[in-house]
């Protein structure tokens, strides 16, 4: 159970798997008022920066899951480096279906909602994880500007202009399942490009390294599409946010 070599191999240089800047991690944290000794649930928790971050600077404690090997190795590092590998832990291990077993202050599922088949899914997972009055946060992409066609749906990693809603649609289904969107921090191109952009050189360097090996021409042919795809569909149509939800 581990993620595809593709994927680490992209990534291997981001501390934050999705489009969200450092800077703005920590406006989330901020925003969300954490206090000392909150426990937080990470799930698909990546590299962990997130709860490596907030227990620095706001005193979490933490858990977070991952199927990625490398991330989780990664993660561990960094608790490590920023002092707080006795108050967050990460395990290797499958988040879809995942539950506390203890109850939780927030649990989070920052970009990766296929854990739960979607949204509704994600969210009635994440809820079974958190004690009364808890928040949920889930990172979500959702449409900036209406695709024109189906390119635009593909060049966005879609597969149906459906598959994703628009900034007021996605609050809106929040409300329809019961949940008060209490706060929010949205990505801007500039968080795009610090996460899709920075992909290529990371791509560029390995291919210059490793000429053979047997991913050489799946990156060759992606370094040469890639750019032009994401500045054409995904970075003008494409937004992504980090919503904080309360039930009501």
Not at 8 to 23: D, K, L
Not at 90 to 105: K, L
Request: hydrophobic share 45%; with cysteine; aromatic share 8%.
């Amino acid at each position: 159970m581990d993620l595809p070599r593709n994927f680490t191999i992209r990534e291997r240089n981001h501390r934050i798997h999705n489009p969200i800047t450092a800077e703005k991690l920590a406006t989330l944290g901020q925003a969300i008022d954490l206090q000392t000794d909150m426990s937080v649930l990470d799930l698909a928790c990546g590299s962990g920066e997130m709860l490596c971050t907030w227990s620095r600077d706001h005193g979490i404690i933490g858990t977070g899951i991952d199927i990625s090997t490398v991330s989780i190795g990664d993660a561990r590092a960094r608790a490590v480096e920023l002092g707080v590998g006795d108050r967050v832990m990460f395990r290797h291990g499958d988040a879809a279906g995942y539950v506390a077993a203890t109850p939780v202050d927030v649990a989070a599922c920052i970009g990766a909602t296929w854990i739960g088949g979607g949204i509704a899914g994600t969210i009635a997972q994440l809820q079974r994880s958190i004690c009364p009055g808890g928040m949920l946060l889930v990172g979500e992409p959702f449409w900036k500007a209406a695709p024109p066609d189906q390119a635009t749906v593909e060049g966005c990693h879609a597969s149906a202009a459906e598959d994703y809603r628009d900034l007021p649609g996605l609050v809106e289904l929040f409300g329809q399942l019961g949940w008060d969107l209490v706060e929010m921090v949205l990505a801007d191109e500039d968080s795009w490009d610090r996460y899709v952009a920075a992909q290529w050189i990371t791509v560029r360097n390995w291919l210059n390294a490793n000429p053979h090996d047997e991913l050489a021409g799946e990156f060759r042919i992606e370094l040469d599409t890639a750019p032009l795809r994401y500045v054409r569909y995904l970075r003008p149509y494409l937004g992504w946010g980090v919503f904080a939800l309360m039930r009501r």
